[in-house]
């Protein structure tokens, strides 16, 4: 029972300093807007220099947030949505002309062999264009998080490690396959997006034919499922930012001794996560993860979980390192 006052006690507590802390973050906000003057930089760095810990633990110091070079996720998303807005134009007019086209009178001709073949030639061509978005952004998504977080370590762990160490730390096997896997990953969402998208609208073309609701019902479905997938995409190239970017930069803070950090629990999500907010302001270590999602106890550290925005500030150790 002890216990139970004591938990309750203690969340009233964070509570109330989240209160104070999203209300100043709103009065600094407001006199910047205000002012127009004050670089964005300095309401960051205000609130991020205040220690977010209940209790500060001696010979340790909590670094600045660590942040995921966003604008480079907005760029990739753009462009995919670019093509994916072409692809849905030409197989719109594909579609149209089948619609108007003498020879397609009948369901049967619908799935003749000549408009099959269209539209297998027309995934080929997207396939391939696709596959020259997959060769380049990627690569450039990496390329960005690995300078970001360069130049985050380097200015947070200056006193703390030297320039070679933090370079070191992106040679380790642990570090290669970090971004073997986020660069997998990332290739997959972008080529997976025109093998599904026509292998819907055939499936689509089949139901048109078989249920005899005529192909001019394909055109709302085509804008329909374009938006859709212009919203997934933009959706998971910022997560995938977000999670490669925590990844490194927890990567390369083990290599160099860091063992904890703060958890920050970052609101914007449409249901933001109670179990996040519980952890803000809390101490993790990164060998012994938090269950993240409630429902199926899997866990991990900020940003793993789908949608999560939550960032980790590493704490250093000076006992512990200069040991
Ligand atoms: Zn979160």
């Known amino acids: 029972m002890r216990s139970y006052d004591r938990e309750i006690k203690r969340l009233q507590a964070e509570n109330s300093r ?13 006199a910047q807007r205000q002012t127009h003057k ?11 220099l205040v220690d977010p810990r209940c209790r500060v633990v001696a010979g340790t110091k909590v670094l600045p947030e660590f942040t995921p070079p966003l604008l480079i996720g907005q760029q990739m998303s753009r462009a995919i949505v670019s093509e994916l ?35 297998r030639d027309l995934g080929n061509r997207w396939e391939k264009r696709f596959a020259a978005l997959a ?63 026509l292998g819907d609208v055939q499936t689509q073309v089949l139901n048109a034919i078989t249920t ?26 910022l997560d995938q930012i977000r999670k490669v970017s925590e990844s490194v930069n ?25 179990l996040h907010q519980s952890y803000s302001g809390r101490t993790f270590r990164y060998d012994k993860p938090p269950i993240i ?8 550290k900020p940003g793993d979980a789908i949608g999560c925005r939550c960032r980790q500030r590493p704490v250093l150790n000076f006992t512990k390192i200069g040991a």
């Open 18 to 30: 989240l209160k104070v802390d999203s209300r100043r973050y709103r009065q600094l906000h407001r």
């Open 293 to 300: 999602d409630e429902r199926t106890k899997v866990r991990g």
């Open 38 to 48: 004050a670089p964005e930089r300095s309401v960051v760095q205000s609130i991020e």
């Open 135 to 197: 060769a380049k952004w990627p690569k450039r998504m990496i390329d960005g998080i690995v300078s970001q977080s360069n130049a985050q370590l380097n200015m947070g762990l200056e006193e703390f490690a030297e320039r070679a160490a933090i370079q070191a730390t992106m040679n380790t096997p642990r570090m290669r396959a970090v971004l073997e896997a986020a660069t997998q990953a990332s290739v997959a969402l972008i080529t997976r997006i025109p093998e599904k998208f």
């Open 250 to 274: 927890a990567t390369r803070l083990q290599s160099l001794g860091v063992e904890e950090y703060v958890w920050i629990h970052v609101g914007g999500e449409k249901y933001p996560r109670k």
């Open 212 to 237: 005899g609701s005529g192909l001019d019902k394909l055109v709302p479905y085509l804008t329909k499922r374009y938006e859709g997938d212009a919203r997934h995409a933009h959706f998971v190239a």
């Open 85 to 119: 807005r072409s692809m849905t134009m030409e197989i719109r007019e594909l579609l149209k002309a089948l619609v108007r086209s003498p020879n397609v009178k009948s369901a049967q001709d619908a799935i003749s062999d000549d408009v099959q073949q269209k539209l």
